[in-house]
């Protein structure tokens, strides 16, 4: 079955600072790669896909691409800021859907 | 109101009782999935389910029972209680596919 696993957290950053959470993945086949957020007290809510293998997904100034060669999908962020604290999931898309621990992220002023 | 929505928002209960956590969507998506979220662990797949009346193991789901008789619904039951099973639990849906899932709220269960 799929498996994620990803950076240990938690990370903190000052704001502006680049981000990168690292997310590497086993899957049958290929299939669609995911980041989620989940914000403090709320559910996980997509932030950004990748379908197929060199896509870059991207939204709110984060980026992922998808790396076959690796297994990887790491995510990216040229700058934080604070409002961007949250718990970052990578996920292998299918049937059984799968997450990992999870990425806290802190972003100090 | 479209989405997903799981009811109670919190709960606490006696160990040794029996307790049903509900979620509904209103999308018709064929997918649906518990979730436990338990600090250090991540989100942990309990039961998921295809489609009406199909239901599967997820990593954790000893201790727990689902049914899915309508496609909407996605009942997750705890036939006896434990302190073991407090954690926050998630309900989501997906059309399936290799698409995103959408997530409910959380319910907050506490096991006294």
């Known amino acids: 079955g799929n498996s994620v696993t990803q950076m240990e957290g938690p990370v903190t950053l000052s704001e502006e600072a680049f981000l990168t959470i690292n997310c590497t993945y086993t899957?049958?086949?290929?299939?669609?790669l995911f980041w989620y957020v989940q914000y403090p007290g709320e559910g996980l809510q997509l932030l950004l896909k990748?379908?197929?293998?060199?896509d870059k997904g991207s939204n709110k100034g984060f980026e992922a691409t998808y790396r076959k060669e690796t297994t990887s999908f790491h995510l990216e962020k040229g700058s934080v800021q604070v409002s961007d604290s949250a718990v970052y999931f990578c996920a292998p898309g299918g049937g059984k859907l799968i997450f990992g621990q999870g990425t806290e992220l802190s972003v100090k002023p | 109101d479209a989405g997903i929505t799981q009811s109670p928002r919190y709960k606490i209960t006696e160990t040794g009782r029996q307790v049903t956590l509900m979620c509904h969507q209103t999308?018709?998506?064929?997918?649906m999935f518990w979730y436990r979220q338990d600090l250090g662990h991540g989100l942990r797949l309990i039961y998921y389910?295809?489609?009406?009346?199909?239901?599967d193991k997820g990593e954790v789901p000893d201790g727990y029972v689902v049914s899915r008789s309508k496609t909407e619904n996605f009942p997750l039951t705890l036939e006896s209680a434990t302190r073991s099973q407090t954690s926050v639990y998630f309900c989501?849906?997906?059309?399936?596919?290799?698409?995103?899932?959408?997530f409910g709220q959380g319910t907050r269960l506490t096991v006294v």
């Open positions: 990748a379908t197929k293998a060199d």
């Open positions: 899957a049958t086949g290929y299939p669609s």
């Open positions: 989501a849906s997906s059309a399936g596919g290799g698409t995103a899932a959408f």
């Open positions: 389910s295809a489609a009406a009346d199909i239901t």
């Open positions: 999308w018709s998506h064929s997918y």
